[in-house]
């Protein structure tokens, strides 16, 4: 007796995309609830300071020392610290506001390889989607303090001065921190997109550089120091039409 095996008969086209349809509509819901899980669970986290950099650094290196210094610093200055709650800069960040006096906020994200997170988090939210945590370290923060790093933190950091210069969301402070490692790009800036008008001039002043810990504490007190924390009605409506 001959056993013929079974030839799985493809969809048809149409079905193909009626089901992909489906799909992408149903991908909507989950995304809706990612936004209304996390910005109930981060709602009360204000002030807050996001902080970016590589995930590739060792606790030895100079880098994390820094970071873990800075983010402690803020932590006691009253800040809650928002990384994206991995390692490396991410865990500095998390260590050094852990053990300071305020929250120190992870907000992890889900790669196919996936994200360790780090233990320092009082705070911690998985997100699936980019977008929508790239929403959250923007609608939650009071600053951007940047350390080095590579394409995600450059991806974060140009996303802050975007929505800042197109009044997409509120001035905050954004502050590259290592001026060996920021210079080039900075100038860069200036020598090639203010000189060729791709941006204005006074956009540069959206950007400071700075290494010493206490001065990116004092930066941000003195951005608000005569307005306050909490964003106006109409800073409040742009955010919400991020």
Known sequence: ??????????????????????RESWRVFGIMAEFVEATERLSAVRPAV?????????????????????????????????????PGLM?????????????????????????????????????????????????????????????????????????VQTRKSRRIPIILVKSDFWGALVAWMRERLVAEGMIDARDMDLIQVIDDPAAVVEAIFAHYEKRGFEPSADEREALLNL
């Open 1 to 22: 007796m001959t056993i013929r095996k079974k030839v799985p008969v493809p969809l048809a086209p149409e079905l193909v995309e009626k089901s992909w349809s489906a």
């Open 50 to 86: 996001s902080v970016f950099g590589s995930s590739r650094i060792s606790p030895e290196h100079p880098y994390y020392v820094l970071t873990e210094a800075i983010a402690r610093k803020l932590s006691d200055a009253g800040f809650t610290v928002i990384s994206g709650g991995g």
């Open 91 to 163: 865990e500095a960040a998390n260590k050094g506001a852990f053990f300071g006096k305020s929250l120190s906020v992870g907000l992890n994200i889900q790669l196919p390889h996936e994200q360790i997170s780090n233990p320092y988090q009082d705070i911690s939210q998985t997100f699936r989607h980019f977008f929508s945590r790239k929403v959250m370290f923007v609608r939650f923060a009071s600053a951007y303090v940047v350390m080095p790093g590579g394409f995600g933190t450059i991806d974060e950091l140009m996303e802050a001065l975007t929505l």
